[in-house]
């Protein structure tokens, strides 16, 4: 079967190459609750089916803060791109991403609640991909802000729990020169 080696699903592209990329996770965690969600299970079946597509899709990270243009969902799921950006503007709303139109960054509120780094270069790998995202601040301190609230949590691995302040020191500046400070 093509992409199929050694009974091991190979991702686009690396059947060809003949090799594997070690930067890439083999799949995603989708907790099988999300079909009782409270909020999801009210969701029309189109809106589920979108929700999966992102997170399981071909571009997505584990991080899931990543780059999807609507013209890759509309060729993936053979939806018209108006559908594309209707669904991607419900599922903003509903809080289950943030989705930048100018950039065509995505964000998944929750993707670091189910899946963290477990290593310390899969910590890496977190980073670089963050670098090489396109700028938007408001999206970053979101970002951090799910990783430091999602990855502190007991029972994570130390570079699960060390993710939010390597992100932190990475991609939220401090204010240059003096600062004032109210004493108590």
């Known amino acids: 079967m093509p992409g199929v080696s050694g009974g091991e699903l190979q991702l ?5 190459a003949g090799k594997k990329r070690p930067d890439v996770p083999r799949y995603f965690r989708v907790a ?5 969600d409270e909020a999801v299970i009210h969701w029309p079946d189109s ?8 997170l399981s899709n ?17 060729a993936d799921l053979r939806w018209p791109v108006r559908r594309v950006k209707g669904m991607l503007t419900e599922l ?7 989705y930048d139109q100018r950039t065509s960054l995505l964000l998944i509120r929750n993707a670091l609640r189910y899946q963290q780094p477990e290593n310390a ?14 700028d938007n601040p408001e999206l970053i301190r979101e ?10 949590r007991k029972g994570l691995s130390v570079f699960a729990q060390g993710l939010p302040d390597l ?9 240059k020169g003096p600062q004032s400070v109210k004493s108590a």
């Open 12 to 16: 686009n592209g690396e059947a060809e």
């Open 32 to 36: 099988c609750h999300f079909w009782w």
């Open 47 to 54: 809106m589920k089916l979108f929700a999966l597509y992102l």
């Open 58 to 74: 071909k571009h997505r990270t584990l991080e899931g803060f990543y780059v999807l243009p609507p013209g890759y969902i509309e």
């Open 92 to 98: 903003e709303k509903v809080g289950f991403i943030r």
């Open 121 to 134: 270069n899969v910590q890496k790998g977190v980073l670089s991909r963050v670098r090489a995202l396109p």
């Open 143 to 152: 970002f951090v802000a799910l990783a430091r609230f999602h990855c502190a």
């Open 167 to 175: 992100l932190e020191q990475e991609f939220i500046k401090a204010p």
